[in-house]
């Protein structure tokens, strides 16, 4: 089983991602967590670092569809990752996934 838990930043998900996969492994199943962006594990983790720290011009001034595929490159570059968890574990508890980056890419999205 694969539980995604999207929200804003500092809304709480690492807390509840933490005590969610405690609860699990309380009651005898195998669980673990994943965050995504994979910070320092994948080549994309390192460019959204910089794209969220202004060094594409700025967050407001690079193209949401830009943003939108550095988050699906860490995703692809996680899913043999992935797979393996969901595969060893009763449950995978992730820190974002796709929900966060769309909502995040989405809202900056012109109205056309």
Do not use: C, W
Not at 20 to 38: K, W
Not at 89 to 105: C, E, F, G
């Amino acid at each position: 089983m694969i539980i995604a838990l999207e929200g804003l930043d500092g809304a709480g998900k690492r807390t509840q991602a933490g005590l969610l996969q405690a609860r699990m492994e309380q009651n005898g199943l195998r669980a673990e967590t994943i965050s995504f962006p994979r910070y320092g594990h994948t080549f994309f983790s390192a460019s959204i670092a910089e794209y969220l720290n202004g060094q594409f011009s700025g967050v407001e001034h690079t193209a949401p569809h830009l943003a939108a595929l550095l988050f699906a490159g860490d995703r692809f570059e996680s899913r043999d990752l992935l797979f393996q968890a969901d595969a060893t574990h009763d449950v995978v508890i992730l820190d974002r996934y796709v929900a966060s980056n769309m909502a995040y890419q989405s809202a900056r999205l012109n109205e056309t």
